[in-house]
């Protein structure tokens, strides 16, 4: 599992890439017990591009949320695949966390600014009209 760490003003974005196992959990936590060292942090965990968890991943997931939520913060998730929404809705996971579908609507959500990036284009409203994009930072 490959993890990168972007800030979006005061929110933290964890994007990560490859299976949440067993194997890959240990990383994550220590990823996640780093990021959650700040007063009420705000992370966005982005699974666009993980295709599996199992239940030490998702053990992981719950821990941070956990913690974030008892400093004032909170954890939210976006973009799973449909793989891994249905792990999450199955086990119950969805019914306590906050799942969207896109990393721009996390955002929004949360105040932050959304940016639109080259592989999520912007809905126009208009069908006659292509979709603007814009590099995300």
């Not at 966005?44 to 004032?72: C, E, F, H, N, T």
């Not at 999450?88 to 955002?107: E, Q």
Request: glycine share 8%; hydrophobic share 40%; proline share 6%.
């Amino acid at each position: 599992m490959d993890a990168k760490v972007d800030r979006d003003g005061t929110i933290i974005v964890l994007s990560l890439e490859g299976a949440i196992d067993v194997a890959s959990a240990p990383q994550l936590k220590a990823q996640f017990d780093q990021l959650l060292a700040h007063a009420a942090p705000k992370l966005l965990v982005d699974l666009g591009r993980v295709p599996y968890i199992d239940s030490y991943g998702l053990g992981i997931i719950m821990q941070a949320v956990k913690i974030a939520r008892r400093s004032g913060g909170d954890v939210r998730l976006c973009a799973p695949c449909q793989d891994v929404r249905t792990i999450l809705d199955i086990t119950g996971f969805s019914k306590h966390l906050s799942i969207v579908p896109s990393r721009n609507v996390a955002l929004s959500s949360w105040g932050g600014e959304a940016k639109w990036s080259t592989d999520e284009p912007a809905d126009t409203g208009r069908p006659d009209r292509p979709a603007r994009r814009r590099a995300s930072e």
